[in-house]
């Protein structure tokens, strides 16, 4: 028998088809956008819209399409080699550059340039150049010295540069920079003796130091014992003039200094302090 012609055969076929039919225009009428991206409406394939916002979908299959594109932080690792202004060898610049799509321009882009296309023509290229140009301002030694300056440098100029195609361009790092053995082993040494000279430096300064203390001190000692000798002169001179314009200041010492005993009279000897009216006993 043949099954071709029989109807029910033919019933089913032609309902599967339409079931598949059917799946095929339902998956192909809604299109899902996912948090950190935008879709992109295309019509006969002309762009349309490219801000369809996230969420579930709907646009007419066959006539319509939507593309997914991810505006989220994008991010290029590079690693080039580059010359300083005296000519030293930088064997592995290795650069990191973090951008994303100005959602204003996002229609420039997609028709200019291709959201796939943006690497390959945009950023490698102009890192590229920008930081082998700005590299090439700093000899070596100065290179070392001012990596920070030098990152900013890029930055700033590969931020203007790409703005005009509607990249931004958040952040720009210089992982690493790596020249020539011969040359980083004469920056080693020099700055190793740059260290020595700076601590015998230090050293002398705090010896130099030291003496000054020491001298400060004994000027501070040879002045004081000046003062307490003027003091001393002084006093002598004070208690001289007493004693010239004044005898009884004699006497006025010699009680002060009195014990209260009469000393013995030996012989003739007779007691300076005291006289014969004053003698105990005198009459």
């Known amino acids: 028998m ?7 055969v033919a019933k089913i076929i032609t309902i599967a088809v339409a079931v598949c039919a059917a799946l ?18 295309y019509r006969f394939g002309q762009l349309v819209n490219t801000d369809t916002g996230t969420g579930l979908k709907v646009h007419l299959p066959f006539v319509e399409s939507i593309k997914r594109v991810d505006i989220r932080a994008q991010v290029n690792e590079m690693d080039m080699t580059a010359y300083t202004k005296d000519t030293q060898v930088i ?20 028709r200019n ?3 796939n296309n943006v690497e390959t023509t945009l950023i490698l290229p ?3 150049s920008i930081s082998k140009n700005m590299t090439g ?18 930055e700033e100029e590969l931020r203007e540069e790409l703005k005009k195609y509607g990249i931004i361009v958040t952040a720009f790092n210089i992982l690493d920079i790596d020249f020539e053995d011969s040359f980083e082993e004469n920056i080693r040494l020099k700055v190793a003796a740059e260290v020595e000279a700076q601590t015998t430096k230090n050293k002398t300064a705090t010896l130099e130091e030291e003496a000054r203390q ?9 002045d004081a014992e000046k003062v307490r000798a003027d003091a001393e002169a002084y006093a002598i001179k004070v208690v001289q003039e007493q004693l010239n314009s004044s005898p009884e200041y004699v006497e006025l010492q010699r009680v002060q200094k009195w014990d209260g005993k009469w000393p013995e009279v030996m012989g003739s000897t007779v007691n300076p302090f005291v006289t014969l009216g004053d003698a105990p006993g005198a009459g």
């Open 126 to 128: 102009n890192v590229s």
């Open 137 to 154: 301002k700093y000899k070596g030694e100065e290179l070392i010295q001012n990596r920070s300056a030098l990152q900013e440098d890029i």
């Open 91 to 110: 064997e592995s610049l290795k650069t990191k550059t973090t951008y994303m799509y100005d959602r204003g321009q996002l229609d420039s882009i997609i």
């Open 214 to 222: 020491k001298v400060i001190a004994a000027q501070a000692e040879a």
């Open 113 to 115: 340039i291709g959201i």
């Open 24 to 41: 095929i225009l339902l998956f192909n009428l809604f299109t899902t956008i996912p948090e950190g991206y935008t879709g992109c409406t």
């Open 2 to 8: 043949n099954t071709t012609k029989d109807p029910n």
